[in-house]
């Protein structure tokens, strides 16, 4: 596995956490990142994506306004700093890469070409 995601963990509603996700392959610009989330019992979902670039985001609605995805081509690194955290947003959170889709088509988590172990987030109340 070459996606490695940190920076989960424990904290209150309404705080902060910050995750990175570092790839040890070639070609990091070449990849549309993302992160994902799966909670206990739920289906996966699309949390936020970006563009090789950088230059273009995607959110999913439920964290539209409170989580920011960005990237670091020069480290090989994604990050998404998560905002006023609700206990809904505890999860496993995933990053993943594509070489072959376009950004607006990530959010699905179809043509994922790798995914990293995740990183647990608990938010409590």
């Known amino acids: 596995v070459q996606l490695q995601a940190s920076g989960g963990g424990l904290v209150q509603a309404g705080g902060s956490l910050g995750l990175s996700c570092t790839y040890s392959g070639g070609s990091f610009s070449k990849n549309v990142m993302g992160w994902f989330r799966q909670a206990p019992g739920k289906e996966r979902e699309g949390v936020s994506c970006?563009?090789?670039?950088?230059?273009?985001?995607y959110y999913g609605d439920s964290v539209k306004g409170r989580f920011t995805i960005s990237r670091d081509n020069a480290k090989n690194t994604a990050f998404l700093q998560m905002n006023s955290l609700e206990p809904e947003d505890t999860a496993v959170y995933y990053c993943?890469?594509?070489?072959?889709?376009?950004?607006?088509?990530?959010?699905?988590?179809?043509?994922?070409?790798?995914w990293g172990k995740g990183t647990q987030v608990t938010v409590s109340s």
């Open positions: 993943a890469r594509s070489g072959l889709i376009r950004g607006s088509s990530c959010l699905s988590g179809g043509g994922m070409e790798e």
């Open positions: 970006i563009t090789r670039s950088g230059g273009t985001t």
